[in-house]
Structure formats: C-alpha cells, structure tokens
C-alpha cells in the first residue's frame, strides 16, 4: 500500500486530507470527531476579532437533480471569543499529536498579528494560515480578499508574521484577482512557507424571483458571497498549475476548490498540490466521506505503481503549457460505437447547431417514411453487433445512428462530451505524417 | 366550465384508485430532469399526435408547467386523458431511447398527466383558440357549419381544430352525455368517469355546440344534415358488443325469437383488431335487436360502463368468472373484476398468447392482479340451473382448440357464475348506408382516405373507432384532427 504521509513545509499530517478553513473546523469539538474517522488535518475556522453573523448565510446551485454543484456563503470568521478557539486548539492538538492543526487568522495591526501568532504558536498549532481571501464582509473592513488583491499588502503583512512565527506560515490567496501569481510570489518574497488556493470566489449564486432579492438574502437585502464547491474547481486547477509553473513559487501548496472525491485531490495533487483542502463537500456530507478519499487514493496510487503522494505531487504539470505551444498538426476526430449508440442524437444537433456540422444521419432519416421502413428492413435482416461492456445486442435501429464525417470533424470533443452513454464517443487519434508544429514555430 | 352533465354521486368505479396517481413536484421534477431531450425524439414519433413530449418534458423540468400544458395540448386537445388512458408502454415509452441503454425509460404519461392536470378547465384551451384564430382566419368567423356525427374524442378533437379556425362545428350525440368510451369505458384504475367528463366539458368548451339526445338516421336524417352543413364527420364509435353465439347464451324470449338463427361464429369472415375479435359486421347487423343476453352473461362493454356509471352492479353469488376474448377490452374487464374481489376471473382465448391482440402489459398486470389466462379454450355452451334456458349460471361446457377451432373430445365443464364476452364489437354498416357513396370494409369500418379522413362522399369524413376498428383515445384525437385539417383545407377552397 502507498504511504499516504505528507510533509507540508515541516507539518507532517498522516495523509494529504485537511479540512479546510470554515463550518466543519468551527469547534474542537467537530475537528475531534474528523480526526477520529481519519482526516489528517485540519484548518481551523479563522480566528479574529469575533464578528456577528448574519441569518441566513448559504445559498446553493443545483443542476438537475444534483444539489449544490455550488455554494455561495457571506458567513463571516469564527464568531467564538479567540481564548475559546485557542483552548480547543490546545486540547485537540493533545489528544492527535499526529495530525495537521493549522490556525487560520485575520487581524488587522501589526500588533495584533504578532500577538495571535504567538498565541497560536503556544495553544499548539502546527502552523497558521493567513486568511487574505474571504471576499465578503470581511473584506470591506480591510481584510480577507482586500488583502489578497493587493500584492505589497500580502508581502507586508507576510513578513510581520514572519518577524515573530517560528512555525510555518502558510498564505490563503483569493481567486478574485487578475493574475494569482502575483500575491502568490509577494507572499514567497516575504517568506511564506507555504500557498494556499483557493479560497471562495465572489458570486451572487441567484436571485429569488418572487422577492427580487439576491440569494442568499438577509431579509429583504443581500450582498455578494463566495462561491465553492464542484463547480468552482476548475478555477481552482488553473490556479493551482500556475503557481506550480511559477519558477518565483519554490513553496507547496495547499490545493482547493471543489474536491469532494479522491479524484478531484488526485488532480489538484498531480497539478502541484501537496496537501488538499475540503470544506463544501464535508458541509454537503459529512466528515465520513474521508474513507473513500483514503481508500480511493490509496488505491490510485497503488494501481500506478507509485509508493507516495510525493511522486504524484506535480505529475501533471510539465504538460501544462502555453497555447503557442501546442502541436498543429496534431488531429483526432470523433468516433461513434454503434454498438452503444441508443439514437438520441444529441450529439447531432449539438454538432450542426454549435459545432462544426461533421455528424450525418443515415440517408433518408430526415423522411419519416423511409426511415420507418428502412427500420423495418434493417430490424429484420441485420444482425446487431453486440456491447464490449454487457455482451447484449443492441436495438437501437440503425437508422437513428448517426456517423462522423472525418473530413469535417475538427476534433473539438463536443459530441462526446453530450452522448449520455459512457464510452460510445470516443476521440480517435489520426496519425500525423509531418512533424509537429506549433503556433510558436510558425510565429 | 358548466356542470352540464351530472354523474351519479355513487358509482362502483370509486371504490378503484389510480395505479399511476398524479406526480408529487419533486418526482416531477426529478423524472423530467432524467429526459435526455432527443433529437428527432422517437417519443414523438411514436405518438399518434405528434406530441413535442422532449419539449413539454424540459418544461417540466424548469418549473414551466403552463407553457408544458400548452405544448401538449397544442398536439392534443385530451392531451389530459391521454396522459392517463394512453397504452404509453407501446406508444411514446415504448420508444424512450434510454431503454436501449439498460434505464428505466422515461415516465412520459405521467409527466403529462403533471402538466395538464392543473389547467383542465381553466381558460388555456380558450387562449390557445383565440391565438390560432388569430393567425388562421385574423379571428373571424367563416361561416360555414360542420355536424359531426358521435360526441367522442374524435369528434371533439375534430371540432375543437374546426373552431380554431373560425368554423361553427355542431356535435351530435344520441347519449344524455357526451365523451363516448373516453367517459363509459376507461378502466377506473386509470381514470374515473367524472375526470373523463371534465376534460370533455373542457375541450367542449371552447365555442363547440353540442347537441346531446339527437341521434341521427333517427331523430334527425342524413339527408338533412348532408343538406345543411358544408361538412360532416362520423365519428360514432362501433356498434354493440357481438355475441358468441352458442347454445344458452340467449334469454328464452329472445332464443324464440331469433336463437336459431344464430350459427356458429367461430373463423369465417371474423375480424381481429387491437381492441379485441368481432363478429362480422353482416352478422351482427342480422342479430339486429337480438343482443339481449341471458342472466349472467354481460358484455364487456356494458359491464364496464354499469362499474363506471352505475351502482347497482354486483357480484353476489360471483365465484368464478370467464371472460371471453383476448383484447384489451377482455383484460380491462378482468382486471376489474379481480379489483372488485372477485376471487376467480379467468380470461379464455382461442388462440395462443402470443397471438392475441391485447398488449402484454395489460396481461401482465391483470395476472398481478390475480387473473388467469387460459389459451387456446372455446366456449361450446352454456350450462344453467335446472336446464331452464332463464336459469342462473352454472358454468359452460369449454373445449380446446386449436388453431381456434374445437378439437373434436375435448369438451369439459368449466363452473362459471358469470361470463363476461369480450370478443369485439360490430360496426356501423347500417348507419353510414345513410350517407350515400360511404363505404365500410367486410368487418364494418368505415373506408377513409389514409391522408384525410375523407369517406366516398367528399362532403363526409370520419375517424375514430368507427374508422380503425376500436383504438386508443389518442388514434381517434388523431384522426379527428386529420379530418379537420383536411375539412378546413376543403372550405377554404
């Protein structure tokens, strides 16, 4: 079996899987339980001057019968007295020695800064986390995302941490900027020991149609919120590779964004990310989903032959590059298994109406007549090849499935990505007979 | 909507609940949801009126239900009793393509049932009329007049399509009450009579002039309304229930009266149609009066429409049924049965399973339901009480068959208190002889053009079961509608 073990900037967490900063990691009493059932660390929910809390804080984004593909909140920090976070710090730290607790803050002076770190440094934390990206509420103050968007605040506030911590600092950026590598490589300079990304990305997630009020509304008035979940992790796959690419960030980084299953850490991991963060899917389902992020991933790992998260870490992101580099000549075009198809025909209409217009149905099948008795004919006489997968015959008439025209198909991937059927388009690879070349070449 | 037609308060079809109730929100929702939206949708195809069904499913879906309800009844007029009375299995589920891949398909006749439901009787249908009226004839009337004949969905259909386009339709009906079977012979267990009554009203409502207790050829001539109106639709329905014509069947009064006449119904000129077996309409129409049955037997028919209706029918004394047939009608009337709590319902074929023209479904849930199936079975007589010819049932003398035909032998009692015969219905030669130049076939359909409806007479049309033999409601909204498009196309010219 791989070892799951991971050693973030000197914090050594039993695998890559913390709770990240917010709801689940409010109080001792909840990062206890995630521990008992394996998390292996924990980011607590930012510690500051205690804020009030609006009622009413969350609203969701569903797609179809899928809940909360999104979540958008305007909850503030830790509403707890700070003397209570630090004794639940304390005590946790004491009974999982072994696991990754992280103290998220966000204060304001120079002062401040230097009397929470030491305080945290002393309840027991392993390390804290500067909190420059909560993008609501927190950020009208002068906090959270306001920080994050400013490169000279993130490094000055950064080397005040680092004037007193002795533990590692770890910087939390806000995604709700031009270019992430910027505050990224400010916090470097000033001696982070570690970036953390993403944090939420600012949204209005609806609008209560009835009310005319932004959800989710406080009453009759709302405000912008930050937005997570599954929908926003492939912000955070960009950002996580830029910072990765970035020779200025010689640091890890703490991934997050939309990780609910051990694929989607594999894939942060493998984009440069040494430990992950999750917060949304542990507030959609509870602390337990950690069995099958470790089993899951310990299963990947073993399946590619690899004995640690570390040789994962940054798989990927060599193959991330810049447009200009990518092969011209390089082609695939769409195949469609007519053992598979069921004749839905989506991926027709998608291709004529909003792609390239490369899929043909069988001749007649416009003319409901021919078509019917050509189906009549077909059904009769053909005999149908059966599934790879079930072994069964298909029914589907042969003609409602359509085909590919090669010489029109751009290879643009779109078909495939409609067929509600698994593996019945596929992009086949056509080989190439000139040597590669790219946009860069022929500049 | 006006309560023009009442019901009775007490009708033995209450006692039945629906099968497939109406759709909470969130099941709605959740079944739309799983639609995949196909091009060309083979559910569409399948249905007799070309229902846009992955249309008014994504409706559903985005919370649209009026918009829904307006794409189904834009195809369909009962599209609310379709959605509840459709054979969906064989029809637009039938060719859900998400079968082809192992899924469940697509619940289509309830997420109908979910949009229409809530507008039945509300002003949509007036709405639509208005804003086709607009764009057909700019609102106006066009003066010209069509009596259609039967007040059943296909006439219904035909006229609500005739009003649309500014034409004053008049439907005839001989019954107090108009619907035809869509009303009297829905099984309870898929719609009860006074929803049937309600969605009739409704698509009556929207400017038909309905004329119940007329019955034409009778109280009113062809010739008149040949010579009154621009057009005319037959839209009537078939005949009586044929009888099996074997010894006993009869009461004595009408055995002496025309029992002997009665020969042996079985091959022959006989007709299957999807509803069931019919004697030949020559026959039938020979039988004439004579179709009054004997104590314990019913037709099917009939006794669907005394659950429907009435309150006064009951099965004391009712062991062991037979029904007669292997239609759709003789599964309909087991079916009940076994849900009234008759303990033994059998229903007898001729032929094999395989072969008969009820759909397997049906069968399948009537055998859920505890009915027994026994093919390849012919009635040879019936058994009474004492020998007296107006005795109580006893039972019936069966034999096998083969190619349904008796096998010389083989004859058996078989106890029966009751038997229901469910072996089709006659045609309406005699009627349509009143409109010269209409033709019906050998089994007494009427003969129309395939593309229009249009009879011989090319003032006369007609669709419905009077045309196909004994369909769905949706055939006959179909048809119905041909024939108005075809009747409209005519007057404009």
Redesign the interface.
């Known amino acids: 079996m791989a070892n799951l073990s991971i050693d973030f900037a000197g914090i050594k967490s039993p695998n890559p899987f913390w709770l990240a900063s917010g709801p689940p990691t409010n109080t001792g009493e909840q990062v206890q339980r995630a521990f008992e059932m394996g998390w292996g660390g924990a980011v607590w929910k930012t510690i500051g001057r205690p804020i009030v809390n609006v009622s009413s804080r969350l609203g969701g984004l569903d797609e ?2 899928r809940r909360m593909v999104g979540l958008s909140n305007i909850e503030l920090i830790s509403d707890r007295p700070i003397e209570t976070n630090l004794a639940e710090i304390s005590e946790v730290k004491k009974l999982f020695s072994d696991r990754a607790v992280i103290a998220s803050l966000m204060f304001d002076s120079r002062e401040e800064w230097h009397e929470m770190v030491k305080r945290a440094e002393e309840a027991g934390a392993d390390g804290v986390e500067l909190n420059f990206g909560c993008p609501h509420g927190m950020c009208e103050r002068g906090m959270g995302s306001a920080v994050g968007q400013e490169p000279a605040v993130v490094r000055k506030i950064t080397s005040w941490v680092k004037e007193v911590a002795t533990i590692p600092v770890l910087v939390k950026l806000t995604p709700n900027i031009t270019d992430i590598t910027e505050p990224a490589a400010a916090a470097v300079d000033a001696g982070a020991d570690g970036i953390v990304l993403i944090n939420t990305v600012r949204s209005i997630i609806g609008v209560d149609l009835a009310r005319f009020v932004p959800i989710p509304s406080v009453g009759y008035r709302g405000t912008p919120g930050g937005y997570s979940g599954p929908a926003v992790k492939p912000i955070a796959l960009h950002m996580v590779s830029a910072l990765a690419r970035d020779p200025r960030i010689d640091v890890p980084i703490s991934g997050i964004g939309g990780i609910s299953t051990w694929r989607d850490a594999a894939e942060f991991i493998a984009l440069g990310s040494t430990s992950v963060q999750i917060c949304t899917a542990v507030m959609h389902h509870g602390f337990r989903i950690i069995d099958d992020l470790i089993d899951g991933l310990s299963n990947y790992l073993d399946e590619k032959e690899m004995h640690s998260v570390a040789e994962l870490v940054g798989r990927a992101v060599k193959a991330v590059g810049e447009w200009g580099q990518l092969d011209l000549t390089y082609k695939v075009t769409a195949d469609i298994d007519p053992r ?1 198809c ?5 991926c ?2 998608a291709c004529r109406d909003g792609g390239h217009n490369a899929i043909r ?1 069988p001749a007649g ?1 416009e003319d ?1 007549e021919e078509r019917r008795s050509a189906e009549a004919r077909e059904a009769s006489t053909r005999p149908r090849p059966a599934s790879a997968e ?1 072994g ?1 015959a ?3 008439p042969v003609s ?1 499935i359509p085909s590919v025209d090669a010489t029109q198909c751009v290879g643009c991937n779109l078909c495939s990505l409609v067929c ?2 698994a593996g019945c388009i596929t992009m086949k690879e056509q080989r190439a007979k000139v040597e590669p070349a790219s946009p860069n070449c022929r500049r | 909507m006006s309560d023009r037609f009442q019901l009775r308060s007490r009708r033995i079809e209450l006692a039945f609940t629906d099968l497939k109730p109406l759709y909470s929100r969130s099941e709605a929702t959740s079944e739309a949801q799983r639609c995949l939206y196909c091009y060309d949708a083979p559910c569409t195809k399948a249905c007799p009126t070309r229902i846009d069904v992955p249309g008014f499913i994504k409706k559903i879906a985005t919370g649209n239900i009026k918009g829904s309800a307006r794409t189904i009844l834009n195809s369909n007029v009962f599209g609310y009793s379709c959605a509840r009375v459709c054979p969906v299995e064989v029809l637009c589920v039938g060719a859900c393509v998400l079968s082809l891949e192992g899924k469940p398909p697509i619940a289509i006749g309830r997420l109908q049932r979910y949009a229409t439901e809530p507008f039945v009787g509300t002003k949509v249908l007036m709405e639509r009329r208005e804003n086709v009226g607009r764009s057909a004839n700019k609102g106006k009337p066009s003066g010209r007049k069509i009596a259609l004949v039967g007040a059943g969905p296909a006439s219904i259909a035909c006229a609500s399509y005739l009003t649309e386009r500014g034409h004053k339709p008049v439907i005839f009906e001989k019954r107090d009450v108009p619907g035809g079977l869509n009303v009297s012979g829905i099984a309870p267990y898929k719609m009860h009579a006074h929803d049937s009554l309600k969605d009739t009203e409704w698509a009556l409502s929207s400017g038909i002039e309905l004329r119940t207790g007329v019955e034409i050829g009778k109280d009113v001539s062809c010739g008149s309304l040949l010579e009154e109106y621009d057009a005319i639709f037959i839209g009537i329905g078939l005949g009586e229930d044929s009888l099996l014509g074997i010894p006993g069947e009869r009461s004595r009064f009408e055995g002496k009266r025309g029992g002997d006449e009665v020969e042996d119904k079985r091959g022959g000129d006989e007709l299957e149609g999807k509803r069931g077996e019919r004697v030949s309409a020559k026959r039938a129409v020979k039988q004439g009066e004579a179709a009054t049955r004997g104590p314990g037997i019913f037709s099917a028919i009939d006794m669907i429409e005394k659950i429907k209706l009435d309150s006064t029918f009951n099965l004391d004394g009712v062991e062991t049924v037979a029904v007669i047939g292997g239609g759709n009608t003789a599964i309909d009337a087991a079916r009940e049965l076994a849900h009234l709590g008759c303990r033994n319902v059998n229903i007898l074929y001729r032929r094999t399973e395989a072969e008969m023209p009820g759909y397997a479904h049906e069968l399948q849930a009537a055998r859920a339901a505890g009915v027994h199936f026994i093919e390849k079975i012919l009635p040879i007589r019936l058994l009474r009480v004492g020998d007296n010819p107006d005795g109580k049932l006893k039972g019936l003398i069966v034999a096998s068959a083969e190619k349904a035909r008796p096998v010389p032998g083989t004859e058996r009692e078989f106890a029966a208190q009751m038997l229901v015969v469910a072996i089709g219905q006659a045609g309406q030669a005699e009627f349509i002889s009143g409109f010269p130049g209409v033709k019906s076939d050998s089994s007494g359909c009427v003969v129309v053009d395939e593309k229009t409806g249009r009879t011989g007479n090319t003032k006369v049309f007609a669709g419905g079961d009077c045309v196909n033999g004994g369909k769905e409601v949706v055939n006959a909204v179909a048809e119905g509608k041909r024939a108005a498009i075809a009747i409209d196309e005519m007057l404009k010219e």
Do not use: F, H, K, Q
């Open positions: 179809a019968d598979t069921i004749g839905c025909e989506i027709y209409v149905l099948a409901e079930t069964r298909s029914l589907t409602r509600p059927v």
